[in-house]
């Protein structure tokens, strides 16, 4: 079981590593859903932790923290660019509101390729403050249907948040 865990596990790394390519995407989100399933002992997760550790018997399923804590509540985790000329660069800023009960601080965002840039405020979002995260897509030398998202990692439970970007680049000429 924890060797079908780490082989799923570097199957992801492996294919986000490779490409903003919306098969690739897709093939990682299941590889995700399956993850989630087996830590999780047959049910489904919305979040997973996708770092492999260098000791797999101490990867356990993420464990709420006690005391008040903060909460994401975005308008939307996903966004639709629609059909783009290849070369085009596309932003869009993703807005949430901190509804929990704690000041609220994203600790990092990462794009699953180059091609996808997000940005966001350092400074620590007070409970009922908005925040945003802005995310930058570059589709030089992308083309077809495309799926980058970005993982936000906060202080929040659970800890990693997924925003998503999808749409379709046509190619130039």
């Known amino acids: 079981m924890k060797t079908i865990k780490l082989n799923l596990i570097f199957a992801i790394l492996v294919l986000v590593s490779a490409s903003c390519d919306s098969v690739l995407e897709s093939r990682v989100s299941e590889l995700e859903r399956r993850v989630a399933k087996l830590e999780n002992g047959g049910a489904t997760a919305t979040t997973i932790n996708a770092t492999p550790t260098a000791n797999a018997s101490a990867a356990q399923p993420e464990v709420k923290p006690d005391g008040p804590l903060p909460e994401f509540s975005f308008a939307s985790e ?96």
Do not use: M, W
């Open 78 to 173: 996903t966004h639709d660019f629609g059909t783009i000329p290849e070369g085009e660069v596309v932003e869009h800023t993703f807005t949430f509101t901190n509804t929990g009960e704690a000041p609220l601080i994203i600790q990092s965002a990462s794009a699953s390729c180059g091609c996808t840039v997000p940005s966001y405020s350092k400074e620590p979002v007070p409970v009922g403050g908005t925040g945003e995260i802005a995310v930058r897509f570059n589709s030089k030398g992308k083309k077809g249907n495309q799926a980058p998202t970005v993982t936000v990692t906060a202080n929040t439970f659970p800890k990693v948040r997924k925003l998503r970007l999808k749409g379709s680049v046509n190619t130039a000429g």
